[in-house]
Each structure stands twice: as C-alpha cells, then as structure tokens.
C-alpha cells in the first residue's frame, strides 16, 4: 500500500491517501475500506471518504501527524524504549481486543501499518491480508505484505483469524524493541520476551488474547502517578508526556509544520 498526504482543491481539507499496490485488485480494497468505515477502537484511524467504484482505487483517512514505525525507528537511531514499546503494545492490544469482540479480524497488523502520534499510535491497513490475494492461496512472497508480520497459518493460504492479529502484533512489538520482526530470543528484552515468545508461536491456540497481554504489559510497567481525572483505558495511562523520545516528537511536529506550510500548485 502507498501512503500520501494529500488536499482537497481549495486548500480546506487534508488527508492520509492510501492506494493499493499495483499487484493488489481494486475491487477488494475498496471492499476492505468500506466495512473499515465502521470500525470501532480506540487508535484506530478514521476514515473519510472512498473513491467510487470503476476509477482509482483509494481511501482518505483523517489527518493526524504522523510517522510510521519504521520511520520512527530511524528517526530514534535505535530500537524504542520500554515505556515506549508498552504503550505502544496496551494500546494496540486495546485495538484488537475491540475488534475480534466485534467478530472482526483486522488482517492487516505489521510495523507499516502502525502510525505513531504524538498522543498515541493508529492502526491502519485494514485487511490488507484479505485484499492481497484470494482466498486459500498461499501468501509466501506476496508484495505489500510483511512475511515478518505474516502468521504461518495466513502465509499458508489460511483464512484470516484473530489469533493470526496476536501473531502480526507479537511480530511489530518485537520489531519495535530490536528492528526485527523474527529476532533471536535473547535479542528481546527481558520485560518482552516471554509475551512476544507466546505471540509467535506457530500453534495459534498457544497464542494469548489481548487481554492478557494488556494484563502482562501492565502489571510490569513503572507507576506513573496519580491525575485528577483518571484515563479511560490502560493506554491512555502509558500514554502521557514523555512516553515518546524526543527526536520523534520532534519528527512528528516537523511534518505537521511542513504539512501547514506546503502551498499547492495552481490548477492548470
């Protein structure tokens, strides 16, 4: 999937632009982004509009600054912190955990998919597994999905399951604490290595609900003080000042500068 930031004509309105690679039918896209319309979650990125049927196939999400995780990972110079990798774990397990109560399988969990925000990640790419190719063939290869992030039983042909999301969110959480999808076991720091060793595991009934994760991730994290007002949910409590390094907050309000200071070109 290509990603763009994009305004309308008359200079209102600013969006993310998602388009299908080249490889990737329009007609399943487009069918991924319409129910994606009715997501529920917490950090998920709404969308705003569809293209219709028959022209360029595209989906427009509401802008947030944002950069995705790999990009972070470059801008830091190194894998994230800890308190950096569990909110970013509680949140999107937060995600998923409203999605599979709603019978829904997002299908579409790597380290691209997840944009980060100064208050938070978003979870984009929504059934990027489903649209990639039919059902029942195998998804070794495919371009525009993350072998890394892809869960055996769905590089197999598999159809799409939840515990397949708890692989996909095992695999970004280990790539966001040591720049692999797959590392060594001793290569995971210790506050990570048991859960994400469970995430990964081939069998997808060895493999935790999200729940249990957000239990794990918080029950280790450091105390962070009491608000007046507490947080809605888990996340939000790992998500206040200082949960992102400095050179990535820095990276976030750059493009949202250069974004407000981009003039379009005149219409010929």
């Known amino acids: 999937m290509e990603r763009f930031v994009a305004r309308s004509a008359d200079g209102e309105h600013t969006v993310l632009l998602s388009k299908p690679l080249a490889t990737v039918e329009a007609r399943p896209f487009l069918a991924e982004a319409e129910i994606s319309r009715y997501l529920l979650g917490p ?88 649209a990639a190719v039919p059902g029942d063939v195998p998804r070794r290869g495919t371009p525009g999905l993350d072998p890394g992030s892809l869960p055996p039983e769905q590089a197999a042909g598999g159809r799409p399951r939840p515990l397949g999301d708890i692989y996909a ?45 957000i239990e794990e991730l918080v029950e280790g994290a450091a105390p962070l003080g009491s608000a007046q007002f507490g947080p809605a949910t888990r996340a939000e409590a790992l998500l206040g000042p200082g949960w992102l390094p400095a050179r990535v907050v820095a990276g976030i309000a750059h493009q949202s500068a250069s974004v407000l200071a981009a003039e379009l070109a005149p219409a010929t």
């Open 169 to 213: 969110l095992g695999a970004t959480l280990a790539y966001a604490a040591t720049g692999y999808t797959v590392p060594e076991r001793e290569e995971l720091p210790s506050f990570l290595r048991p859960l994400v060793g469970r995430c990964l595991a081939r069998d997808p009934a060895q493999r935790p609900s999200p729940l249990e994760m």
């Open 43 to 130: 950090w998920i990125l709404p969308v705003v509009d569809i293209a219709a049927p028959g022209g360029e196939a595209w989906v427009a999400h509401r802008y947030v600054p944002a950069l995705p995780l790999p990009t972070v990972l470059t801008l830091h110079g190194r894998p994230l912190p800890e308190r950096t990798v569990r909110a970013l774990a509680v949140a999107l397990a937060e995600t998923l955990a409203v999605l599979h109560g709603q019978n829904t399988t997002h299908a579409g969990v790597a380290p691209s998919s997840v944009l980060i925000a100064a208050d938070g990640p978003r979870l984009t790419c929504y059934g990027a597994v489903r």
